[in-house]
């Protein structure tokens, strides 16, 4: 089921610059998009979403850009912090709320 | 800041074996899921759980799993005859709608 596809398993930026993670889909049936980041031995801890009426969301350092012709999404989070190293999971769901997970991004953020 | 909450943080069982994972969720959500992550692979939804009802459920979850609500606090996930590929982190999440669901900090279940 590659449904949600995350093609980069990881991504290494310096500190301040900008980590852009990439997020594809293929179900046009999805509506909602959501980025979770998540540390070892921990749970997924949400962070940004965007509902498939927009096209951008921003919360502080994070935006989330969605482009629904394309069926991608990206995270942008900008300055990046050495706090930011992390996976980040892109999960989606379609009209409910059974949430579908790409395989996840390494970040590593480097001071 | 609620938080969804998992016991215990690692169990250990016997092939064949029932366990019980126990979650309790943010306390006004109505919405509660169990989700796993087999090592080295994707988060993967087994059940959603609204209205004292499954709503949905993946092929994951067959008839060795069951969830329960048994008071208004606790959601229960039990598999019932544990078989070694079972073992994997399970995750809690509880969502208040059909939004953004928060993540307990997960079971580690070790079947040998």
């Known amino acids: 089921d590659q449904q949600v596809k995350q093609n980069s398993p990881s991504l290494s930026v310096q500190e301040g610059r900008i980590s852009i993670l990439n997020c594809d889909y293929t179900n046009s049936m999805f509506d909602y998009f959501l980025w979770y980041k998540k540390y070892p031995a921990e749970g997924p801890t949400f962070l940004i979403s965007?509902?498939?009426?927009?096209d951008k969301n921003e919360d502080g350092r994070f935006t989330v850009f969605l482009n629904k012709s394309a069926k991608h999404l990206s995270l942008h989070i900008v300055p990046s912090q050495p706090g930011d190293s992390a996976v980040y999971f892109c999960?989606?769901?379609?009209?409910?709320?059974?949430?579908?997970f790409g395989a996840g991004t390494i970040l590593r953020v480097k001071s | 800041e609620p938080e969804v909450t998992q016991t215990p943080s690692h169990q250990v069982t016997q092939m064949g074996q029932e366990v019980i994972l126990r979650c309790v969720p943010i306390?006004?959500?109505?919405?509660f899921y169990w989700y796993r992550q087999i090592l080295g692979q994707k988060v993967e939804f087994l059940v959603s759980f609204y209205n004292n009802e499954i709503s949905e459920k993946s092929e994951i979850f067959d008839d060795q799993f069951s969830v329960e609500r048994p008071d208004g606090s606790n959601f229960t996930l039990k598999i019932r005859s544990t078989k070694l590929e079972d073992s994997a982190m399970y995750f809690c999440?509880?969502?208040?709608?059909?939004?953004?669901?928060?993540f307990g900090q997960g079971t580690r279940l070790t079947v040998v």
């Open positions: 999960a989606a769901s379609a009209g409910g709320n059974k949430l579908v």
């Open positions: 999440a509880s969502s208040e709608g059909t939004d953004e669901a928060f």
């Open positions: 306390s006004n959500h109505l919405y």
């Open positions: 965007i509902s498939s009426i927009k």
